[in-house]
């Protein structure tokens, strides 16, 4: 690891004052970034600690929730508020990682997370990610983890956060500063698909710091549920994950969300799935004419090609699971 500059500012003014400087790195929790510079990975030249910011309020708002950046994974899943009313993201927080991760993990770094995929891990092999240009080791390698949404012939790796695929399907915003004031990005907007650029994650411009998320207020609260499929119980990525959340009226499915992890770069939002959903019966005959449709478009590769069907059985599992039918 190379030596570098470490500061504590302690106003958020004062954080976007050195921020927007080449070769300069944010740092809470530390989880995923103090791996990636033992790893080669990353090597930045300033680390700004942001811990003295005053960002970890969860708090109650008039049309919803808000939850400052700096809110550690397990407080915000065991907070009486979160549980109470958006459940979801509780189970997925604390499906997450390990206990002692959760208690150093923060939401806002939980968001910035990259990607898990071993290539990109491994600097003697190629990866466009890390290295733009140099080629997809995952491609023609070992791609049991990988994409079968979304995926480009440059980058083929999946986002990590369990998290994440909550908020996404409970239609947070993130909300940033920077120079020019506060902007506020829908969460399903934050991430980014590889395309030509699988070195960009996210939306966030350079100079940005991302001061919390807002969660609107819903009806999701009875019938909500977070199914991970993983190698093991405990402390492992996602091969499959989904987010379900309905809202049911003697019996019929007025409102539903659905996103799943381990299958793209990003969170994946199950939009058109929702949309086959409202109006039906809340039975396992809707809720697997709902996962075909999610499939549409799915591309596997040769080692995850399981993943097509692991991911519909999975979907229908999470909705009966949301629904009470399980």
Known sequence: MKQFQFVRPSTQQSVLDVINKPGT?????????????????????????????????????????????????????????????????????????????????TVGGNMMQRTRCTYFYDTTMPCNKREPGSGCGAMEGYN???AI??????????????????????????????????????FTEFHRLPGEHPELDNNLATGELITGVDIPD????????????????????????????????????????LAMGGVAHKPWRLTDAEKALIGKPANEESFKHAAAIAMQGAKAHEYNAFKLKLAPATITEALKHASGLA
């Open 25 to 105: 790195k944010i740092i809470a929790g530390g989880t995923n970034l103090v791996d990636l510079m033992k790893r080669g990975v990353t090597a930045p030249d300033k680390l700004v600690d942001i811990n003295h910011l005053p960002l970890k309020s969860i708090t109650a708002t008039k049309t919803g929730l808000h939850i400052g950046t700096l809110a550690l994974n397990s407080t915000v899943s065991e907070d009486k508020t979160v549980v109470a009313k958006q459940p979801l993201l509780s189970m997925a927080l604390k499906a997450g990682a390990s206990p002692q991760l959760r208690n150093m993990a």
């Open 144 to 146: 049991r983890m990988h």
């Open 149 to 186: 949404f979304g995926a480009s012939d440059k980058c083929i790796a999946v986002h990590p956060s369990d998290m994440c695929v909550a908020l996404a399907a409970l239609d947070a915003t993130v909300i940033v500063a920077g120079k020019k004031g506060e902007r506020r990005i829908p």
């Open 218 to 257: 819903n009806n999701f609260a009875k019938h909500s549920y977070y199914l991970k499929v993983r190698d093991r119980q405990s402390y492992a990525f996602a091969l499959v994950s989904v987010a379900a959340a309905l809202e049911i009226e003697n019996g019929t499915i007025k409102n539903a969300r």
